[in-house]
């Protein structure tokens, strides 16, 4: 197997869940900053344009990191970052939606409509009027997430999983982009240090190596 690698949210979110799974995978990079995902060789691969991908031992290649994580957790389930039994596993992917649809989306969008404007404005779409919205959206409902976290120390209670990975990541990006969340959260703020201490938090800011 191999990795399409970049350096973008959603690449470092995979290389996390890769990093706590212990796994190692060969990679390459996609250089998203120049638009190399945008060019015909990379859309051959991934004809949505996006990073990361898998590229799989029989030549086939998926996309999306959160269904490669899926991939590689029932590949290699321990350590479990998604869960051992269908409760478990429901659980991880309540939190891993509410997480994604409430809060990362937006920051992502934002990102996307102000700070990455120049960058996004011949790639995609863009609504620059909505991004202090979006913004703002993102930091109510992380402030709802918080009303909803339970006793901890994660979100889906002793088990880290891959849902902390995500949020943790996502928020560790928009602090860089203009868009610090509130520290003094009560439960998202010392969760938030937790994970920040943890070795994968730090070595996921670099790329995979390369293969």
């Known amino acids: ?38 060019e015909p060789a990379w859309l051959a691969v991934n004809p949505a344009g996006q990073t ?16 490669i994580a899926e991939f590689l957790e029932e590949l290699h389930p321990a350590p479990v970052l998604i869960g051992a039994t269908p409760e478990e596993r429901a659980l991880t992917r309540q939190w891993w939606r509410r997480v994604e649809l409430n809060v990362t989306e937006f920051i992502h969008n934002a990102f996307h409509y102000a700070e990455g404007l120049p ?21 109510d409902r992380l402030a709802w997430l918080d009303g909803l976290f339970g006793a901890g ?8 999983t891959a849902a902390d990975i995500w949020l943790y990541v996502w928020l560790d990006f928009g602090a860089g982009v203009n868009q610090p969340f509130d520290r003094t959260l009560p439960k998202v703020g010392p969760w938030f240090a937790r994970v920040a201490a943890r070795p994968s938090a730090a070595a996921s800011r670099e790329l995979l190596a390369s293969a």
């Open 52 to 67: 990361p991908a898998l590229r799989l031992d029989d030549g086939s290649v998926l996309a999306e990191a959160v269904a």
């Open 1 to 38: 197997m191999l990795i399409y690698d970049a350096i973008s949210p959603a690449p470092r979110c995979l290389r996390m869940f890769v990093l706590e799974k212990g796994l190692r995978l060969p990679a390459v990079t996609v250089d998203v900053m120049r638009g190399e995902n945008r």
């Open 119 to 139: 960058r996004f404005t011949p790639r995609i779409p863009v609504a620059p009027e909505a991004a202090a919205g979006l913004k703002r959206i993102a930091q």
């Open 153 to 160: 120390p994660w979100l889906c209670g002793e088990r880290f």
